[in-house]
């Protein structure tokens, strides 16, 4: 079964210090991958996505990830944390030969960060 | 204007009832989508529908049944409401699966279901 990890229910870090959310997938062949963010009582945000070509991509509100093959994990990045990035961080994923639009949804991570 | 819309936002009902969730999208999506999002956050599609066509089925039980009038509405009805359908609901669309993976998701703000 195709699936997607977040090993950290929680990631705690103070304002100014760098930040990571993991990430691991197990999805056939070359996966495309997603974060999204959710803040309380919205639905979820597009922060950046892997599709191919430089395994670091960067994107919204200066959060990055990284791909690594290797390793299967995608994990989310930003050098400077802000007590605004507080909110509730999933990875996505999906095959190559998706149908239908399916995102296979990680369980989430709630980022909270301190000032 | 807010691009994908789902009403209501709260529903309280008792087991038994009949409910239906609306939404409806402005972006000129051909896709829309069904995810649940149970009580410790994980999020699971339900349901896709491309231009009123069903696409994806994930093996919800036929309590649920979703319809789409046009392509820019996917409501979902849910009969005989169970204490398991608590949960957060989202509607969200996209344009066309088929461009996948240049598929750009809008998701609502979702609908908090609670049976009591």
């Known amino acids: 079964a195709q699936s997607v990890a977040q090993p950290e229910d929680q990631v705690n870090v103070a304002e100014g210090n760098p930040l990571t959310v993991k990430c691991t997938y197990s999805v056939s062949g070359n996966p495309y991958l997603f974060w999204y963010v959710q803040y309380p009582n919205r639905g979820l945000q597009f922060l950046l996505k892997?599709?191919?070509?430089?395994?670091l991509v960067k994107g919204s509100y200066g959060f990055e990830a990284e791909f690594n093959k290797s390793q299967t994990s995608f994990h989310l990045k930003k050098p400077s944390a802000l007590v605004s990035d507080s909110a509730l961080y999933f990875c996505?994923?999906?095959?190559?030969?998706?149908?239908?639009?399916?995102?296979?949804f990680g369980q989430g991570t709630e980022l909270s960060v301190k000032p | 204007d807010t691009a994908v819309s789902q009403t209501p936002k709260y529903l309280v009902t008792q087991m038994g009832n009949d409910k239906s969730i609306k939404c409806e999208q402005n972006?000129?999506?051909?896709?829309m989508y069904w995810y649940k999002q149970d009580s410790k956050k994980f999020l699971k599609i339900m349901f896709s529908y491309n231009n009123k066509e069903l696409i994806i089925n994930e093996t919800v039980p036929n309590r649920f049944s979703p319809k789409s009038p046009d392509k820019a509405h996917l409501n979902l009805h849910i009969n005989s409401l169970e204490l398991g359908d608590s949960a957060v609901y989202f509607c969200?669309?996209?344009?066309?699966?088929?461009?996948?993976?240049?598929?750009?998701?809008?998701f609502g703000n979702g609908t908090r279901l609670t049976v009591t």
């Open positions: 972006l000129g999506h051909d896709t």
């Open positions: 892997y599709i191919t070509g430089d395994n």
């Open positions: 996505a994923g999906g095959p190559r030969d998706n149908q239908g639009g399916k995102l296979i």
């Open positions: 969200a669309s996209s344009n066309s699966f088929r461009v996948w993976p240049q598929i750009s998701f809008h």
